[in-house]
């Protein structure tokens, strides 16, 4: 059981890759109406691609700084083992 002080590394981890993920995969379709685009007449389609691109580099971005946050917070690299002495056993 956990303390309520305790922070669940993992668990954040996974709400991450998750997350990531999903804006991943809206940033594929996001990608291929950009090239559907091109060949598109539709002025509405069109600008409907532009937003697409828009929100996703948004959330591309807001992500990629959860992940570092998350990272290089201090129980991020103690996760990673940031701190243990170089030393073989």
């Known amino acids: 059981m956990l303390n309520n002080d305790a922070t669940d590394v993992s668990l954040r981890f996974f709400d991450l890759i998750q997350f990531g993920f999903y804006v991943h995969l809206a940033g594929f379709f996001a990608d291929s109406s950009m090239a559907i685009r091109v060949?598109?007449?539709?002025?509405?389609?069109?600008l409907f691609a532009i937003i697409l691109v828009s929100f996703y580099t948004a959330f591309w971005l807001a992500?990629?700084?959860w992940a570092h946050v998350i990272r290089f917070r201090?129980?991020?690299r103690v996760c990673s083992g940031a701190f243990l002495e170089?030393?073989?056993?």
Do not use: M, P
């Open 63 to 65: 992500w990629l700084i």
């Open 86 to 89: 170089d030393k073989e056993a």
């Open 39 to 46: 060949y598109a007449k539709n002025k509405v389609f069109r």
């Open 74 to 76: 201090f129980i991020g």
